[in-house]
């Protein structure tokens, strides 16, 4: 039987190879697509994990961020005082930053800005390699969206776990929203320090300008200090630290193309300007009235928030000629026991507060004599004067004389200027007396008011006026209601017939508005400080909207603005050349002093303007024996003289004047 070969199958070397590369190629293909889905899952998984109990970044778009109220003059120009809680900011779009700003934030915080998803792996990798060389973790190189998404969401907590859920939601918030969306929201947003949030509040707060007006120099700055706001402040002790990092800033542009070799050097040798911050308020005790008002109509913490823009009546060159008047008055004063001082100017015919210097000064000291501020000072720099109850002296008497008038007599009316005892009032003899002692016999109604004769009005109070009767009951005289109907509102009973000599209290606002009525024909408008204030976006919130009223008869109003403004009537006291006679204008005015020389007092008005002048001291001490026109007149009149150039000029429509009667000689 023949023997069965058998043969061995062969392939081909090649063949076997192929094959075997093949089997691990598949292998290997499995392992990384488990890997791949493994890691897939982990990072799907982890972003899961960390971002699902967290704010989205669609919030941004809901969100409102937190804008202080701005007070400001009556021609929104000049920006008066801040109501701010932790976050003073002023949101701008995109378009009112300068390019130079938007160029030196993304050079320096972020070049890669337009072209990353929301994370830089390469900036990452650069971070972690620094951390490991340091041996601790600073996690640098974020990005705008993650700085953005760390300002708004997340505390500065230097962890894994932080800058997971920071990655996680820069990478969602890049991919919703447009570059120039986000960079819109981290320049309104970051902190700048001094309580600035924001370009435009920061600008403002180192600049005193709009964020589109700062220059290359300064946006630099702006975007030095996005790294260490507080530390870096240029008010601190690390100044030339942040001037550093300015120039650093400058050449990270000049790095990317943004600015030439040329301007980066040039920009670099610029001085920078920064405003003072010491006194962060303006016509304070105008301001600190309005804010007093704006927190009992809206409370501080809506103030704080919601960016209100409050556009107040004052006119700030009118307001800046009466600090001055008054701070140079007021000094030239203490040489006479005076020292202090406040003002108050009104248009008459809106009502509206044009200025306000509520104190000689307000961030001063009290007067150098030692005293306890609050007791017994002769000055303090804090209270309002201008809304303090003062007496008047004889600037109460053309409220009597008006009443008079309107009872029929007129300026022509003669009374007897004699010594004269009024009977008892309050347990002694009411026996007043002139200023310089003298009587005059008989004298028109006309020289009584114009010279201040203090006799004769006393007698129109309780004969022309009302009748002794009248004060003696308790009941309120025509004068008192006339006094009332014009503004006044300090007033009470019961009242005596030193009243017409200024013996009750008023404030200086007060009388400076019952003026106004004088000087518009016997119409009245309130005191207005407020001429509209509106939201952010402009939507009006509230509006002034007082109207005129008549409280007086137009002719009596015509009449004492006549006799106020009558020099020659005035000049037997006053002098032909006194501080209230001005050549080219017609201008009104009445002065008070009180009885012991506590109060001195100037009101003078034109139809476009009352201006009223009190000179004391806070604690009552009397002055030297010196009347209103030395102490009050000069402020007075320096500021007038600032006033009157600006304004309209304007005359008193005239009176129907009789023929006064000749009188017989004293």
């Known amino acids: 039987m023949a023997k069965r070969k058998y043969y061995r199958k062969t392939y081909p070397r090649e063949s076997f190879f192929s094959a075997t590369k093949k089997r691990y190629f598949f292998l290997f293909l499995k392992i990384f697509v488990f890997l791949f889905l493994a890691f897939f899952i982990s990072v799907t998984s982890l972003f899961i994990y960390y971002a699902k109990d967290f704010p989205r970044p669609e919030k941004f778009t809901e969100r409102q961020l937190a804008q202080s109220t701005k007070i400001y003059d009556r021609t929104g120009k000049t920006l008066l005082y801040e109501i701010y809680g932790e976050e003073k900011r002023t949101v701008v779009p995109l378009s009112a930053v300068p390019d130079n700003l938007k160029n030196a934030v993304i050079a320096t915080e972020d070049a890669n800005f337009y072209h990353h998803f929301g994370v830089d792996p390469k900036g990452i990798a650069r971070a972690i390699i620094a951390d490991l060389k340091l041996g601790e973790a600073a996690y640098g190189g974020s990005t705008i969206p993650q700085q953005l998404i760390r300002s708004t969401f997340l505390t500065l907590e230097k962890s894994a776990e932080r800058k997971t859920r920071e990655i996680v939601l820069a990478l969602e918030l890049d991919r919703r929203y447009s570059k120039d969306q986000i960079l819109d929201w981290y320049l309104n947003q970051i902190p700048f320090g001094q309580n600035a949030y924001g370009v435009e509040a920061a600008s403002q707060t180192y600049f005193k300008k709009s964020v589109s007006e700062v220059s290359l120099a300064e946006s630099a700055i702006l975007t030095a200090l996005i790294q260490k706001p507080s530390y870096l402040s240029p008010y601190g002790e690390h100044k030339q630290e942040l001037l550093e990092r300015k120039n650093y800033v400058l050449s990270r542009m000049e790095g990317l193309g943004f600015i030439t070799k040329e301007e980066a050097e040039k920009t670099k040798k610029e001085e920078i300007n920064f405003v003072d911050i010491a006194k962060p308020i303006k016509a304070p005790h105008f301001v600190l009235y309005i804010k007093d008002y704006l927190k009992a109509e809206y409370g501080e913490d809506f103030l704080r928030e919601k960016g209100f823009r409050v556009f107040t009546s004052l006119d700030w060159d009118l307001q800046q000629a009466a600090d001055t008047a008054v701070k140079t008055g007021a000094k030239n004063n203490e040489k006479y026991g005076a020292f202090n001082a406040s003002l108050v100017a009104i248009d008459p015919k809106t009502g509206q507060v044009l200025a306000m210097v509520g104190s000689k000064n307000y961030d001063g000291s009290p007067h150098p004599k030692d005293c306890i501020p609050g007791k017994n000072c002769l000055f303090e720099p804090y209270p ?21 008038f309107e009872k029929g007599f007129d300026d022509t009316s003669i009374v007897i200027d004699e010594q004269t005892n009024f009977g008892n009032w309050g347990g002694e003899d009411y026996v007043p007396r002139n200023y310089d002692g003298k009587f005059r016999g008989p004298v028109t109604l006309r ?13 129109v109070l309780l004969n022309l006026a009302d009748s002794e009767a009248m004060f003696r009951s308790g009941g309120e005289p025509d004068s008192i209601k006339t006094a009332k109907n014009l503004g006044i509102s300090t007033l009470k009973p019961p009242y005596g017939p030193s009243i017409v000599l200024g013996g009750w209290e008023v404030k200086l606002l007060d009388m400076v508005s019952a003026y106004g009525v004088f000087a518009q024909d016997g119409l009245k408008v309130p005191p207005t400080f407020i001429i509209k204030i509106t939201d952010p976006e402009g939507k009006i919130i509230k509006q002034d909207h007082k109207k005129q009223q008549r409280v007086l008869n137009a002719e009596v109003s015509r009449l004492i603005n006549n006799i106020l403004s009558d020099n020659e009537a005035r000049s037997p006291i006053f002098g032909l050349k006194s501080p209230m006679y001005f050549t080219q204008y017609e ?11 506590k109060d001195g007092w100037i009101i003078g008005y034109t139809p476009s303007i009352v201006t009223g002048v009190w000179v004391g001291n806070n604690d009552n001490s009397p002055m030297q024996k010196e009347p209103g026109i030395v102490l009050a007149g000069p402020i007075w009149r320096a500021f007038m003289e600032n006033a009157l150039l600006k304004l309209p000029k304007e005359n008193f429509p005239k009176p129907e004047l009789k023929t006064v009667p000749e009188l017989p000689a004293t």
């Open 384 to 404: 309002n004067v201008a809304i303090l109850s003062r007496q008047p002296g004889s600037a109460f008497k053309p409220f009597v004389y008006a009443t008079a």
């Open 447 to 459: 020289q009584a008011l114009a010279q201040s004769l203090n006799i004769p009005s006393v007698k």
């Open 587 to 597: 201008v009104a005015a009445k002065t008070g002093t009180t009885e012991k020389y």
